[in-house]
């Protein structure tokens, strides 16, 4: 039986759409926040969502999505809450949940128990940006038990014959990181040089589809990402939005918002 995500991709792909995913980090800006911007960002055109699971020691991650996972954390977030929120957001929505999170919080926490309960409040996927793929025996056991998909990076140094062993190890599709850094708004993507190149020799070694983030803020950069890829993510520069809310419905309205203007040129 074909999971939500590859539902979601078989479906885009036959109606010649591309993928549109936010990032969100839990209980930010607000508590209490975590469902109702699910909701509001599946009806302002999410394709699937990504739900950051709050650390300490965000290797990936720029200022942005640190300080609103510090702000969660403050507000108690942990993955037995965060599995609440999907539980609660699955009732009433088939849109596929991937959490992004590192290692360490998932040891703790245990890996077979971890995905049981992932599977149960129904997230469809798994991406943990500090575990390679060579590294991921158990994760990627687990999850397979439990049919959890698992999402693995490539990096724009990646060689081509790691680029086909990482779509292997995908199990629907795989993330490509635009840039050699941390997560974080930017200005610009270098489209026409060596992101371009990179986007065009990960098409010629995946056969599964491939999404990119870091660094993807506005319309222009969704619609060139889209011309190679087949999703885009958007995460801090969503987060930025958020931080200006200072009540859940003001929240609830910039992200939709913005959400929408990148459909939008």
């Given amino acids: 039986m074909m999971n939500r995500i590859a539902q979601t991709f078989q479906r885009l792909k036959a109606e010649g759409k591309k993928a549109l995913i936010p990032y969100i980090t839990p209980e930010f800006p607000l508590k209490g926040i975590t469902v109702p911007l699910l ?3 599946e ?5 699937l969502v990504e739900i950051g699971i709050p650390f300490s020691d965000p290797l990936a991650d720029g200022a942005t999505i640190q300080h609103s996972s510090e702000v969660a954390l403050k507000h108690g977030v942990n993955i037995s809450i965060i599995l609440e929120d999907v539980g609660e957001f699955r009732k009433r929505s088939q849109l596929p949940v991937i959490l992004m ?12 128990k971890f995905m049981k309960e992932s599977a149960a409040a129904g997230v469809d996927g798994l991406i943990i940006p500090d575990l390679p793929p060579e590294e991921a025996h158990e994760v990627r ?3 397979s038990h439990y049919g959890i998909s698992n999402v693995f990076l490539i990096a724009p140094t990646t060689q081509d014959a790691r680029i086909q062993k990482i779509d292997e190890y995908s199990t629907d599709f795989s993330y490509c990181v635009s840039v050699t850094g941390v997560t974080g708004a930017r200005k610009e993507l270098d489209m026409n040089g060596s992101l371009e ?6 098409r010629q070694n995946v056969k599964k589809p491939f999404v990119v983030g870091f660094g993807i803020s506005k319309a222009e950069h969704v619609q060139r990402v889209w011309q190679y890829a087949d999703g885009a993510v958007v995460g801090s520069a969503l987060i930025h939005a958020l931080s200006k809310a200072s009540t859940k419905k003001d929240a609830l309205m910039r992200a939709g918002k913005f959400l929408r203007s990148l459909k939008v040129l």
């Fill in 43 to 47: 009806k302002a055109g999410a394709d």
């Fill in 141 to 143: 056991n687990q999850s």
């Fill in 197 to 202: 190149r990179f986007l065009r020799r990960v």
């Fill in 39 to 41: 909701r509001e960002l």
């Fill in 101 to 112: 999170g590192y290692i360490n919080p998932i040891l703790r926490f245990g890996i077979g």
